[in-house]
């Protein structure tokens, strides 16, 4: 089992989260100064779930979040890339929460390369088929959930993959590309609304 001190010591920046739940209720959450990075304030992290703030940790790190496993491989595919191939990648590091045809590669950001703006690829029906998750158009952060935490549906996430979670592997540069490919081409859809545009990235 990975404590909460090793993953801060190594780097990881946290956020508490309701013990069940999958976001945080502080809604000053995102805010680097709110962030807990120091392994003495390991103990604020007691009786709650984990989520990893990608933008604030050291190295920036990143989360693939496969919604549906299915359509995600096509999509790859399309890109000439095998998502078996990075599932099963000797130093791969994946979260499960347990949900059928989900998962959740994990990589570190390479040195140079500030918080990418996060993506979400919806499949033809309008659900989500996955997301690109580091940072905020804003230059905020974005957060996964990790393991030892609780899921919702009752299931506990746990690390999969040949990797060391605190130890993660580089982005490949395929999926670095493909990423920022995703932020230049951003199609911005505008909306009879107070919150401004809204970015969607191309499926």
């Not at 081409?185 to 919150?195: L, Y």
């Amino acid at each position: 089992m990975i404590s909460v001190q090793d993953m801060l010591s190594h780097g990881y920046a946290l956020t508490p989260v309701p013990f069940g739940e999958k976001g945080p209720k502080d809604k000053a959450w995102n805010q680097r100064q709110n962030v807990i990075t120091d392994v003495k304030d390991a103990y604020r992290l007691q009786g709650f779930n984990l989520g990893l703030c990608h933008a604030y940790a050291n190295p920036l790190t990143a989360a693939f979040d496969l919604d549906d496993t299915t359509y995600s491989d096509a999509w790859f595919s399309k890109r000439g890339i095998t998502l078996a191939d990075l599932l099963n990648a000797d130093d791969a590091v994946i979260v499960s929460s347990g949900k059928a045809n989900s998962l959740k590669p994990l990589y570190r950001l390479p040195g140079g390369v500030e918080a990418l703006v996060s993506q979400k690829v919806n499949k033809p029906d309008g659900n989500c088929g996955l997301e690109l998750r580091c940072g905020t158009k804003g230059g905020l952060t974005v957060q996964d959930i990790i393991p030892p935490s609780r899921h919702p549906l009752g299931t506990t996430y746990r690390f999969l993959g040949r990797g060391n979670p605190l130890n993660l592997p580089v982005i490949p540069e395929c999926l670095l590309r493909i990423w920022e490919d995703l932020n230049a081409n951003q199609v911005t859809k505008k909306k009879p609304s107070a919150q401004g545009p809204i970015y969607v990235a191309v499926p």
